[in-house]
């Protein structure tokens, strides 16, 4: 059954930088786009980041863009998310979630939807 | 970015009760709305996908319905495992966004 595995997360001061690594197993990873999502109690569940099955394709929500880069390893089945330049706000658990397309069309994959999800990894970014 | 709401933001509920979850996108989304359900230091599950395709594996006592802007979720007879937190998310654009939620417990 697919699996999803979070790991790296941690105390943080601000500023600082933490890398998390998601391990992918069960299903063929490389077919697939990834997203990290992150949960706080106060600001809810927020969409963090994608990356395409081939890693060509990557978005950022505002909140992270400059600071967070999403990357992947086919060989490996591995998804990560390095974070620089982390804030007090970034505190939240992170999961890395499949990010299965209903369709693609002219090399781009539309109709997201989570359909599985690791356990989360918390991240804490205080001084 | 779209921005989503769900009402209520709580609900009691009897085990048996018809309970329905209210979803409303502030632009047209289409059908590109996905269903979550959440138990308490567990990662959300999909339950429902484009507003209104049940999950593999999901009960069809859960429903969905809606497009455009506003969506439901229903669930016809309220089981113990229901009691839980919902949550509504589109896909239409990015960045994707989640409603605030809806947790339902025990009457």
């Known amino acids: 059954q697919v699996q999803l595995v979070e790991s790296g997360g941690g105390l943080v001061k601000p500023g600082g930088s933490l890398r998390l690594s998601c391990a992918a197993s069960?299903?063929?990873?490389?077919?697939?786009?990834m997203s990290w999502i992150r949960q706080t109690p106060g600001k809810g569940l927020e969409w963090v980041s994608y990356i395409s099955s081939s890693g060509h394709a990557i978005y950022y929500a505002d909140s992270v863009k400059g600071r967070f880069t999403v990357s992947r390893d086919n060989s490996n089945n591995s998804l990560y998310l390095q974070m620089n330049s982390l804030r007090a706000e970034d505190t939240a658990v992170y999961y890395c979630?499949?990010?299965?397309?209903?369709?693609?069309?002219?090399?781009?994959?539309?109709?997201?939807?989570?359909?599985?999800w690791g356990q989360g990894t918390l991240v804490t970014v205080s001084s | 970015d779209i921005q989503m709401t769900q009402s209520p933001s709580s609900l009691s509920a009897s085990v048996g009760d018809r309970v329905t979850i209210t979803c409303r996108a502030s632009?047209?989304?289409?059908?590109?709305l996905n269903w979550y359900q959440q138990k308490p230091g567990r990662a959300p599950k999909l339950l429902i996908y484009t507003a209104s395709s049940l999950e593999s594996g999901v009960p069809s006592r859960f429903s969905g319905s809606g497009s455009g802007t506003d969506f439901t979720l229903s669930i016809s007879s309220l089981q113990h495992e229901d009691f839980a937190t919902y949550y509504c998310q589109q896909s239409h654009s990015t960045p994707f966004t989640f409603g605030p939620g809806t947790k339902v417990d025990i009457k």
């Open positions: 069960g299903f063929n990873f490389r077919d697939y786009y």
């Open positions: 979630a499949r990010d299965k397309r209903l369709f693609c069309r002219n090399g781009f994959c539309y109709g997201s939807l989570f359909d599985d």
């Open positions: 632009q047209s989304i289409d059908n590109y």
